[in-house]
């Protein structure tokens, strides 16, 4: 067996491996919380679950299969590609953030209610980085790094959460210990990254068209073509994901009028049935 052929097969056995593990966790975990919590906690977490959930698709994008393709096909641009992304990311966070507190405080009631669905929000950035950071070690075949940020999660998650539940601890305790888990695994992802793939504070970096130069590194004069050729590769790239949201919107358009139909059907139903006189009761 080739050595190509064999980092295929130890990367397919080690993501199905963890797949596999943490759904099994996660099948105990929600077993004993629902049994320990209620069915009134339960719809909370599953609420606020779900609605965070939308935030997560836009902060996302799409750019675990753009970082899986770029990276996979040009392995230096792992480190200036992290930070574009991590800015990015970062920026709609903060957007997606302010518009879940402010949700939050006008349209959800009860203070309960309220607290998970705010620290669900804030686990966002933690979350969406570590799926940006494990693309980027799928791409550059390293899955057993995945493997552990992924297990290292779910494993203190699902002890720590463990142990709460059962010495009688409430929902944002969990929500809490939850976000605490993935800004650990979001820790071990970057540091991972910076050790193990490239290292994106330091260097340079091209965004959105500017170069970005770390203030350790002086200003060299023959890297005029250079600059060019990046800033070029930079706006191909920044017009890709502009084609790719848009296209994400016409997507999402598209799938709003059919939600719409069986409610106006309802109602013009409704109003065309013949209209009949109440019978007073004896």
């Not at 004993?32 to 994008?61: H, K």
């Not at 695994?185 to 970096?205: D, E, N």
């Amino acid at each position: 067996m080739k050595a190509s052929e064999r980092r295929i097969a130890v990367n397919t056995i080690l993501l199905s491996g963890t797949e596999l593990l943490s759904r099994v966790v996660s099948l105990f975990l929600v077993i004993l919380v629902a049994r320990r919590l209620g069915p009134q906690m339960m719809g909370i977490y599953a609420f606020a679950l779900t609605f965070v959930s939308l935030f997560e698709t836009c902060i996302n994008f799409g750019l675990e299969r753009f970082i899986q393709r770029e990276v996979g096909r040009r392995r230096e641009l792992a480190g200036p590609l992290y930070a574009t992304i991590f800015q990015l990311k970062f920026l709609v966070f903060l957007i997606s953030i302010g518009l879940i507190v402010i949700f939050s405080l006008t349209v959800v009631d009860g203070a309960i209610k309220r607290w998970v669905v705010t620290i669900l929000g804030f686990s966002l950035f933690f979350r969406t980085n570590v799926a940006s950071g494990n693309a980027f070690f799928r791409a550059c075949q390293k899955a057993g790094y995945e493997a552990l940020v992924v297990m290292s999660f779910r494993l203190v998650y699902g002890c720590v959460g463990l142990a709460a539940v059962l010495s009688g601890q409430g929902l944002i305790t969990l929500v809490t210990l939850e976000l605490v888990a993935q800004g650990g695994a979001c820790c071990l992802s970057w540091w991972l990254f910076v050790k193990k793939i490239a290292k994106p504070m330091q260097l340079s970096c091209t965004i959105f068209g500017f170069r970005c130069l770390p203030h350790s590194s002086p200003l060299d004069t023959n890297t005029g073509s250079a600059d060019e050729e990046s800033r070029t590769t930079s706006w191909s790239r920044l017009l890709e994901l502009t084609r790719a949201a848009k296209d994400f919107l016409l997507i999402f358009a598209s799938s709003l009028p059919p939600l719409c139909l069986p409610t106006c059907s309802c109602s013009r139903r409704w109003r065309e049935m013949p209209q009949r006189d109440t019978i007073p009761l004896p």
